[in-house]
């Protein structure tokens, strides 16, 4: 029988891997169940066996792969929108061995909610790995910080991008907050104050026309908020 996690707080995540290749698939499998902290119910090759393991198991959380069977494209990210539509309450973390914009484009385009996008070496950072399955299994974002770097790298300099209006201190903040780093962690990052890093946050939401919204999601959100203004491939 399935648990939840307000029955029992220790109980280990539930958690469906989705990966083509078998030796990732069973290491990642192997890695994660060692921690104590997750139990793998179902580890599957490609996008309709997932789709049909979570419906019949109702993980907490699933990782998949971006790139898998009969394409190779992005059949992923087509099974993680199915996943967050039909099941709003389990968390993706998708991965992928690219910082590929175009990736995270059609992966954040329908929201930034229980979604997370991280580099494949990070199977072996398992912390890092935890982290991003225990914030989307509670409806919060993740961006790997390589990816991040690609993001901004990209675009920062166009004129016309949403990112041009911010300072450089802002930029060094929004960083930070792609991390999933909350105003404390920024504030001794950068050596400043909570309140200076709140004034540079609330700015930061401003001048990407975040002010408006209220969930702590937008922090995410604000680094791929001007993704939406660029074209698709440039970079």
Do not use: C
């Amino acid at each position: 029988m399935p648990v939840t996690p307000t029955e029992t707080p220790d109980e280990p995540m539930r958690v469906v891997i989705a990966e083509d290749h078998y030796l990732v698939r069973e290491g990642t499998r192997r890695l994660l169940e060692d921690t104590g902290h997750v139990a793998v119910v179902s580890a599957v090759g490609d996008a309709d066996e997932l789709l049909d393991a979570v419906d019949r198991l109702r993980p907490e959380a699933v990782i998949a792969d971006i790139r898998m069977p009969p394409s190779h494209h992005t059949e992923g990210i087509a099974a993680a929108h199915a996943i967050r539509a039909a099941h709003p309450g389990i968390g993706v973390v998708m991965l992928s061995q690219h910082a590929d914009e175009n990736y995270a484009f059609d992966l954040f385009q329908r929201g930034t909610d229980g979604l997370a996008y991280l580099l494949k070496e990070r199977i072996g950072e398992l912390d890092e790995l935890l982290r991003a399955l225990r914030e989307v299994a509670a409806g919060r974002s993740v961006v790997d910080p390589r990816i991040v770097e690609v993001l901004m790298g990209s675009h920062t300099r166009a004129a016309d991008a949403p990112l041009a209006a911010l300072t450089r201190r802002e930029l060094d903040v929004l960083r930070h907050m792609a991390e999933g780093k909350t105003n404390r962690a920024i504030a001794m990052a950068l050596t400043l104050s909570e309140s200076t890093i709140e004034k540079h946050v609330n700015s930061t939401f401003s001048k990407l026309g975040l002010a408006e919204e209220s969930r702590l999601h937008r922090r995410v959100s604000a680094v791929l908020a001007y993704l939406r203004h660029a074209p698709r491939g440039a970079g």
